[in-house]
């Protein structure tokens, strides 16, 4: 890895407060990034900045930011050029699932929320951050999709859908910036062990059951590959990473130990 390509840029991540997001702050801060961190629990993020900070030596900036709401966003940004601050690489990771029902027995105020944020969080982020990289002709999104923008897997309806949809935006994004020095890049995982699955289910029992008996990806595992996209020379923009847990074999397929290959969620029926 090229630690001289990146030390001393600035990252921008949403969703630090925790998981892959809070991952690739360390990662970043540990190759002597600046990093704003952002998320809507400040307490959280200050925590997490302090520590970086305390660790790495560099530039950490917490700032409670939700991405649904674009006036929100706008600001931040904004209030960041108008201090001077650049930002070099984008990471658009705040997301999350809801629940798990079936279309027909879905909430519609759920379906808001995810959409709203892992989508148009995503669109108003990229949108307030890029007119800056164009104007300076340099700059990386670097946006976290999941497998589940590859495939649907039983009660995966509305996450999948916006998932599908950030592979999509990233892959336009890409054509649209043709001619320019901004590289779009899009990292998918399976299943990853952070509070995911207990912000979908709001039980922590039934999170932790979800990663039993197979070894899920951890949030370094991700923030590794996010570094390894931003680490690349100029000239090499890697478009699209899927990252499985070796005992996933796709989407909708785990092997748990002790137990034939099940879909993905038959042992939280
Ligand atoms: N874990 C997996 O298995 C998995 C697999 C594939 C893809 N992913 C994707 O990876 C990304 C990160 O998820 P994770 O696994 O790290 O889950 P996580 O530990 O629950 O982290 C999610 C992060 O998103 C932030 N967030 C949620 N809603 C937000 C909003 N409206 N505005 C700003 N920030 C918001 C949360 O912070 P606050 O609550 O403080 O706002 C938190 O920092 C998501 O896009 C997810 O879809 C995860």
Same mark, same amino acid.
């Given at each position: 890895m090229n630690k001289n390509l990146i030390q001393g840029q600035t990252v921008?991540? !949403? &969703? *630090?407060?925790?998981?892959?997001?809070? #991952?690739? #702050? =360390?990662?970043? #801060?540990?190759? &002597?990034c600046?990093?704003?961190l952002t998320a809507r629990r400040l307490d959280r993020l200050t925590a997490v900045a302090a520590d970086l900070k305390a660790k790495y030596g560099v530039r950490t900036t917490p700032i409670q930011l939700d991405v649904q709401k674009n006036d929100q966003v706008e600001a931040a940004v904004n209030k960041l050029i108008d201090e001077g601050i650049e930002i070099d690489i984008l990471i658009?990771? #705040? &997301?999350? *699932?809801?629940s798990s029902d079936k279309f027909q027995d879905a909430k519609v105020s759920n379906w808001e929320i995810?959409?709203? !944020?892992?989508?148009?969080?995503?669109?108003? !982020?990229t949108k307030a951050v890029l007119s800056q990289m164009l104007k300076r002709n340099r700059g990386h999104i670097i946006n976290i999709g999941s497998v589940a923008g590859h495939g649907c897997y039983p009660t995966g309806n509305i996450y999948c859908a916006t998932k599908h949809a950030v592979r999509a935006i990233t892959q336009s994004l890409r054509i649209d910036l043709m001619g320019s020095a901004i590289r779009v890049s899009e990292v998918d995982p399976g299943a990853v062990e952070t509070e995911f699955s207990e912000v979908r289910w709001e039980d922590k029992e039934k999170a932790k059951k979800f990663y039993q008996g197979f070894q899920p990806l951890v949030a370094d595992d991700i923030a590794d590959a996010v570094l390894y996209c931003a680490t690349r020379p100029q000239?090499?923009?890697? *478009? =699209?990473?899927?990252?499985?847990?070796? =005992?996933q074999a796709s989407l909708t397929d785990i092997c748990r130990k002790g137990e034939a290959p099940k879909g993905l969620f038959d042992r939280v029926k």
């Open positions: 921008l991540i !949403t &969703g *630090a407060s925790s998981g892959i997001g809070k #991952a690739c #702050a =360390e990662q970043f #801060a540990k190759l &002597g600046h990093v704003i658009n990771n #705040a &997301g999350l *699932a809801l995810v959409i709203d !944020t892992n989508f148009k969080g995503l669109l108003y !982020t000239h090499v923009n890697v *478009a =699209e990473l899927v990252v499985y847990p070796q =005992e």
